[in-house]
């Protein structure tokens, strides 16, 4: 069982916009700004496509967007292409013995 | 380029031990803190453990500490992952992962990852 929840699945048509939500507890989403999250294709290794909640690195587009709500982080994906079907996984700090939860992931399927 | 590359998994019986390489190119090595993260296979990724850039600060998951030591050598560009009492849920692909902009639990480059297989 993972630390954060993230749905199994979610699914979109290209053009539209998803959201993926990630829970945890103010012991890690909800007590810092320090949630990132992360695509990954089959067979390949993932991908940053947001840190400390709501930044993107260089070179990701801006329909990669993320946000925060008491210990729900978000990521939304708007304007769906063929090529953001893909597993995505949030991340936190956590103030426990660990330094890091994963989520379980969540697989988005462009219909 | 900014690369890492991870070698030396491998298939290993239950108890064994095996170390894991990481070498680094392209950026200063010694100014990032490093991270290992595995993927069972079909499974999601799993956070294993974290070194500062100096050594000094080190972090393990509740699931390998005190099986597993992570260490790194600035001068060789080089992270390592010691991996003793090895057990079957530790198959899996094992990354290298650089700390980005000093936030935990942000990697911005990652290896192509070194399978490590343990069956007897």
Known sequence: ???LTQPASVSGSPGQ????????TS????????????????????????????????????????S?????????????QAEDEADYYCSSYTSSSTLVVFGGGTKLTVL | EVQL????????????????????????????????VRQAPGKGLEWVSYISSSSS???????VKGRFTISRDNAK???????NSLRDE???????????????????????GTMVTVSS
């Not at chain 1, 916009?17 to 945890?24: D, E, M, Q, R």
């Not at chain 1, 925060?68 to 769906?80: D, P, Q, R, V, Y």
Request: with cysteine.
């Open chain 1, 1 to 3: 069982q993972s630390a």
């Open chain 1, 17 to 24: 916009s998803i959201t993926i939500s990630c829970t945890g």
């Open chain 1, 27 to 66: 012991s890690d989403v909800g007590g810092y700004n320090y949630v990132s999250w992360y695509q990954q294709h089959p067979g390949k290794a993932p991908k940053l496509m947001i840190y400390d909640v709501s930044n993107r690195p260089s070179g990701v587009p801006d329909r990669f967007s993320g």
């Open chain 1, 68 to 80: 925060k709500s008491g210990n729900t982080a978000s990521l939304t994906i708007s304007g769906l």
């Open chain 2, 5 to 36: 590359v991870e070698s030396g998994g491998g298939l290993v019986q239950p108890g064994g031990s095996l170390r894991l390489s990481c070498a680094a190119s392209g950026f200063t090595f010694s100014s990032y803190s490093m991270n290992w």
């Open chain 2, 57 to 63: 600060t080190i972090y393990y998951a509740d699931s």
């Open chain 2, 77 to 83: 560009n080089s992270l390592y992952l010691q991996m």
């Open chain 2, 90 to 112: 530790d198959t899996a692909v094992y990354y290298c992962a650089r700390t980005y902009s000093g936030s935990p639990g942000a990697f911005d480059i990652w290896g192509q």
